[in-house]
């Protein structure tokens, strides 16, 4: 079959047409698809055109065309894009610094303080107690007691006695202290172990006073009165003697107090 020169160039032009036209929808859908903003120019795909040469079919093409490979940029340069902005925290003053390091490093010196002051206290008033001299009363303030011993006076000395039929100088002050509710032992040696002992300047009235006489050791006991004085059962009877007496002051060997 012979194809006349005009059928042939329609033909090329039309089959020319369709494959600029298959060989643009790549691009153009890569185009639509590309994250770039900028569209890409591009040339007009194809003039139709009766004046065809009779080169081929894809040399015509490529000079109607004047062909070029576009390949279409999809690619994103990762480098080049912007840093991702980072929130960073607030810097802290140095008054603020100042503050925290206060607060976390203050020390507990207002409690400390405050449990030693009172500790000091506590310990100040157990000294101020430990030191604070007990104070003795004597049996002085009995008038029942001085009295007592002074109703006695006269009495006979009974050796071994402990009524008012007679007494002997331990009986006696037995007797005397039992009527203040005072229990004694029985000897004078006996009952100069018991209370306290005061020295002769420090005496009181009612305080027990020894003397060694017929035995080493106190053999021999009377009650103070005050003024100097005491009340005893001598050979005599109970008198009243001063310890100033040369007698019993060669002889005085201590006192106690009984509470």
């Known amino acids: 079959m012979v194809v ?3 059928t042939r160039k329609w033909l090329g032009s039309i089959t020319f047409a369709g494959l600029l036209l298959a060989s643009s929808l790549p691009a153009l859908a890569s185009s639509e698809q590309s ?5 890409i120019p591009m040339k007009p795909l194809l003039v139709a055109s009766a004046n065809v040469s009779d080169d081929t079919y894809t040399q015509t093409v490529r000079k109607q065309l004047q062909w070029t490979e576009i390949t279409a940029k999809t690619s ?3 480098e080049s894009l912007p840093a991702p902005e980072k929130s960073e925290p607030e810097p802290i003053s140095t008054q603020s610094k100042s503050v925290i390091v206060a607060k976390k490093t203050q020390p507990t010196t207002d409690l400390q303080a405050a449990k030693k002051a009172q500790a000091a206290k506590i310990e100040t008033k ?6 604070e001299p007990k104070q003795q009363v004597s049996r002085s303030s009995d008038s029942t007691l001085v009295s007592n011993a002074l109703s006695l006076t006269g009495v006979p000395y009974v050796f071994g006695g402990t ?3 007679g007494f002997d100088c331990s009986g006696y002050t037995q007797y005397v202290f039992k009527g203040s509710g ?5 000897t004078s040696s006996a009952q100069f172990n018991v209370g306290t002992p005061v020295k002769k300047d420090k005496l009181q009235s009612g305080d027990l006073v020894f003397f060694s006489t017929y035995a080493k050791g106190p053999s021999h ?3 103070y009165i005050g003024g100097g004085q005491f009340v005893h059962a001598s050979n005599s009877g109970v008198r009243t003697t001063s310890l100033n007496d040369s007698y019993y002051a060669a002889r005085y060997v ?3 107090r009984v509470n």
Not at 182 to 186: A, E, K
């Open 4 to 6: 006349s020169s005009s």
């Open 35 to 39: 994250t770039t903003p900028s569209p």
């Open 76 to 78: 994103v340069n990762v």
């Open 126 to 131: 157990a000294v101020q107690v430990a030191e």
């Open 163 to 165: 009524s008012k039929k």
């Open 182 to 186: 005072i229990s004694l032992p029985r």
């Open 221 to 223: 006991v009377g009650v």
């Open 254 to 256: 201590g006192a106690r």
